[in-house]
């Protein structure tokens, strides 16, 4: 299961990595047509907005596999693998927790889209359920990545192997960074 996870997480935070590119790109030229020729691309800021909003919720479960997420461990730091583990596996459930409500929200949000048939307030005129469901699909895609993520630790905890449990969900230290 885990593997299927980091495939996915790996995929999708690649699209969304040359998404983010072809936006560069497409804002470069916008910059450079702007300036040289006194024209101007239609809905370049609206397109990067979009894939913006996209790409942070398919990066998301990449950075949490990667245990890329920041988190603060002055506490952490000083406590024994078991409890270090206990708060990890609290975070997880902290992090799917929300993770959760933002995909239910972002559904429901979705849903009243495509029922109002809503557009965005520009020239483009995009129908908006195109960009919120790609939104959406990371957020459930997260969410579940999360609750892998969290039952993987769990299962080690359990089995009172820390060291797996901190490859999981720990956080990465100086020497982990540095040899990556």
Not at 54 to 77: E, F, K, N, Y
Request: aromatic share 8%.
């Amino acid at each position: 299961m885990y593997l299927i996870a980091h495939n996915i997480s790996t995929l999708l935070a690649r699209i969304a990595g040359f998404a983010i590119l072809g936006c560069a790109l497409m804002i470069s030229v916008e910059v450079i047509a702007r300036k040289v020729l006194s024209i101007s691309l239609v809905g370049a800021d609206e397109v990067s907005g979009y894939v913006l909003a996209v790409a942070v919720t398919w990066g998301a479960s990449l950075a949490l596999i990667r245990r890329a997420h920041v988190r603060i461990d002055v506490v952490q730091a000083r406590l024994p693998r078991g409890a270090k583990t206990a708060l990890d596996i609290l975070a997880l459930l902290s992090l799917f927790t929300v993770t959760l409500l933002f995909a239910w929200y972002a559904t429901k949000l979705l849903s009243t889209t495509i029922r109002t048939g809503a557009v965005s307030n520009s020239q483009m005129e995009t129908p908006m359920w195109i960009p919120q469901l790609l939104w959406v699909a990371g957020f459930w895609v997260f969410a579940a990545v999360t609750l892998i993520v969290m039952g993987m630790t769990v299962k080690a905890y359990v089995s009172r192997d820390f060291p797996a449990a901190h490859r999981m969900a720990g956080m990465r230290g100086a020497l982990e960074e540095v040899s990556e």
